[in-house]
């Protein structure tokens, strides 16, 4: 099983991005697909979910800026950044789980992870 993150790089603020998670040796779609992000110094916490259902939860810094897309013929899925700014320069983390609403950003939850991409908000 592996899940692949994607896409990272260096964007200026007010930029966007879009990073890739793809999975081989289980059906994404059969999990909730969370990012995760670690900046330097700084734990590793949850900014997004999106469950199977197609419900989604966000961390309060994130919302109105990103989402989560699924392509369950590819078995990936997306995470769509807009608007970025210097605080969301850390590394990137796709996750695959099955989380409740009090779980969802406790990194203990979520059974497959991906390498990490690095995102850096510059100009």
């Known amino acids: 099983v592996q899940l692949q993150a994607s896409g990272g790089g260096l964007v200026q603020p007010g930029g966007s991005l879009r990073l890739s998670c793809t999975a081989s040796?289980?059906?994404?779609?059969?999990?909730?697909v969370a990012w995760f992000r670690q900046a330097p110094g700084k734990e590793r916490e949850g900014v997004i979910v999106r469950r199977s259902s197609g419900q989604s939860w966000y961390s309060d810094s994130v919302k109105g800026r990103f989402t989560v897309s699924r392509d369950n013929a590819k078995n990936m899925a997306f995470l769509q950044m807009n608007n970025l700014n210097a605080d969301d320069t850390a590394v990137y983390f796709c996750?695959?789980?099955?989380?409740?609403?009090?779980?969802?950003?406790?990194?203990?939850?979520?059974?497959?992870w991906g390498q990490g991409t690095q995102v850096t908000v510059s100009s």
């Open positions: 996750a695959a789980g099955n989380p409740i609403l009090s779980s969802w950003r406790d990194s203990r939850t979520y059974h497959y």
């Open positions: 040796g289980i059906t994404l779609n059969s999990y909730a």
